[in-house]
């Protein structure tokens, strides 16, 4: 044990490294699967078939094929098959930016649909114009409805980070898993391993919950403090089920 | 170093993926099959009187669900050698999802009306006979739509077990893929079979879930 511990201090910077590059690769992918998430979702609502339809394929698609292989297939067969290579991080990025991506359309979907129709009417009725009505009445109701899940995503994308380890990015897990070969305290190292996880998990609940009280604030809707300490991974998990 | 995609790669490793696939099917029936029966457990087990029980329930249930199950895998087999990796396998898939059935029983055993209780306590019927004649039966109904939603997910994330050397599709895939340099075709033709099997899947359950009313 002390022998682990001991290991941990030497290998420090290593596992900060490794610590720095798995929120990297959180951060940044989140980030995409935003992008990509709202991109996907707005084209979802839209009034032509063909803009509809793409959205529909490319969400089924990454949906459906497995993040997984998504990420192998950019690691190992798209430099086969293209001559263009990306970095192990890079991959991973966009891999969990895709796959997230498609999930978190349905959210935007699905948050949009459930503003009231008498908005988008009144909207009308105030000749606003389509870009100001989403701006301005129908957006800033959705996006509270669409916080919780997206937690609940970003948790799940949290948790794939791992899978770097695989395709040789220099992550939290490679570095624990080097001590751990060093050492041979395998339980002690898996343990603080998921410790380490679970911290990380629970910070980006916290900062999301914050987002969530001032996104409400602006709507007028005022929310306890006892809330900010709330895991929403419960919440939804229990409605989530064709989110996912 | 460009390509061409190779149709002859994608026969020879078409039969060695399907045995792969064989694996990863069985390792999402039995998987499902333990987070159902365990999602119950605990959500039975989260309503009970005593604190005692209830928190370190909940605590153990938000650790399991906050941490990545590739950590959890590869910690497992790691501590069990001696087990084989398919079972382990399959009892971690089955404990991590177990986590959120569980939740969705929750949810199924909140939405039985309170009227429910109140007549079987009127009736003096023991929690054993409340829980399995009563409650169950309509928490049960009204949860399986959701219950698929996660066997669908379980079953993308079969993959994982690749790295605890169980010899699923993409274990095979993998191995074809480096003994002759073919991965663009292997990966391919595992995400399309990916693909086929959990599309028609999932539009069946989206139909079941409206016909049961969500």
Known sequence: ?244 | MNQTFDWNAVRDSLPLLLQGFRVTLLATVLGTLVAAVLGLAIAVAGRAPSRWVTVPVKAVMEFVRATPLLVQLVGAAAVFTSVEPLTIGIVVLGIHYATYTSEVYRAGIDGVPKGQWEACRALSLPPRRTWQAVILPQAVRNVLPALGNYAISMFKETPFLAVITVQEMVFEARKYGTDHFAYTEVFTLAGLVFLVASYPTSLLMRKLEKRLGH
């Open chain 1, 1 to 244: 044990m002390s022998d682990f511990f001991s290991t941990l201090l030497d290998e420090f910077p290593q596992v900060r490294a490794g610590l720095w590059v798995t929120v990297e690769a959180t951060v940044l992918g989140s980030l995409l699967a935003l992008l990509l998430s709202f991109l996907l979702g707005l084209m979802a609502g839209s009034g032509l078939l063909p803009v509809r339809g793409l959205s529909r394929i490319v969400v089924e698609f990454f949906r459906g094929t497995s993040l997984y292989i998504q990420l192998f297939w950019l690691y190992y067969a798209m430099p086969q098959l293209t001559g263009y290579e990306l970095t192990p991080l890079l991959c991973g990025v966009v891999a969990f930016g895709l796959n997230y991506g498609a999930y978190g359309s349905e959210i935007v979907r699905g948050a949009i649909n459930s503003v009231p129709r008498a908005q988008y009417e009144a909207a009308v009725a105030l000749n606003m114009t389509p870009f100001h009505r989403m701006r301005k009445v129908i957006m800033p109701q959705a996006w509270v409805q669409m916080i919780p899940s997206f937690t609940n995503l970003l948790i799940q994308l949290l948790k794939c980070t791992p899978l770097l380890w695989l395709i040789s990015a220099a992550d939290l897990m490679t570095a624990v898993e080097h001590i751990r070969s060093r050492t041979g305290e395998t339980l002690t190292a898996y343990l603080l391993l998921l410790a380490a996880y679970f911290v990380l998990a629970y910070a980006l609940t916290l900062l999301m919950n914050l987002l969530e009280r001032s996104a409400k604030r602006r709507l007028g809707l005022h929310t306890g403090a006892g809330s900010l300490l709330k895991s929403r991974t419960a919440e939804s998990a229990a409605t989530a089920g064709g989110a996912r």
